[in-house]
């Protein structure tokens, strides 16, 4: 089955110190897409990043950043200078090929940023 | 855009009633997806649509699930007859084209089958 592991169900943070996110995938195709999603307590599901999977660089987004490992098939969430509204459950997910509509969501990361 | 509208918010029904879950997507958006989030499986995907046409049920757990898409503005997940192992958040997202354009989640309905 081709699927996305997230290894870490829960972690606590310090406020303004970093987090990374680990995350790590099966997949046979060559080109597909990768995301990290953000559910904090009020349940909306939201957007963080996108990595296409032919592209080398590391995408960003303020303090959001993503090392991809695409031959290691790793795909972890870099969040600087954490803030106490990171608080959220983190989906990483990618999909089944580029081409594909559908989106395969690992389990989740429960982040806690604490005061 | 008020973004993607789902409801109810809670569902609270007994065993073998049917439950009727609604989601009106964002304006414009041709793509309608469904999903299911439960502390043992995760956020599962169940059903797809593109313009209105199911694309992709087979997240479907069971024929007592079915969902429909009558307009580019309304879909509905009937669950007929409910089970309590149906209890879980369902999610409806939609998006303009297909992956890798953003999916935009509505808020969810919490259904608990007593």
């Known amino acids: 089955a081709q699927t996305v592991t997230q290894s870490q169900p829960e972690m606590s943070v310090q406020e303004a110190e970093t987090v990374t996110l680990s995350c790590t995938y099966d997949t046979s195709e060559n080109n597909y897409y990768l995301f990290w999603y953000k559910q904090p307590p009020s349940r909306q599901m939201i957007l963080v990043i996108r990595?296409?999977?032919?592209?080398?660089q590391n995408a960003t987004e303020n303090r959001f950043s993503v090392n991809f490992q695409k031959a290691a098939k790793s795909f972890s969430l870099k969040i600087s200078d954490s803030q106490l509204g990171d608080t959220a459950m983190y989906f990483c997910a990618r999909t089944q090929a580029f081409r594909d509509d559908k989106i395969i969501f690992g389990k989740g990361t429960r982040l806690h940023i604490l005061p | 855009d008020a973004g993607v509208i789902q409801s109810p918010r809670h569902e609270v029904t007994e065993m073998g009633q049917e439950v009727t879950l609604r989601c009106k997507p964002i304006?414009?958006?041709?793509?309608l997806f469904w999903y299911r989030q439960t502390m043992m499986r995760g956020l599962e995907l169940l059903i797809y649509f593109n313009n209105n046409v199911p694309i992709d049920d087979s997240g479907m757990p069971e024929d007592r699930f079915s969902a429909k898409m009558p307009n580019a503005s309304f879909s509905t997940l009937k669950i007929q007859p409910s089970e309590p192992r149906d209890s879980a958040v369902y999610f409806c997202?939609?998006?303009?084209?297909?992956?890798?354009?953003?999916?935009?989640f509505g808020p969810g309905t919490r259904l608990t089958v007593l």
């Open positions: 304006s414009g958006h041709d793509y």
């Open positions: 997202a939609s998006s303009l084209t297909s992956v890798p354009n953003e999916q935009f």
């Open positions: 990595q296409e999977a032919y592209k080398q």
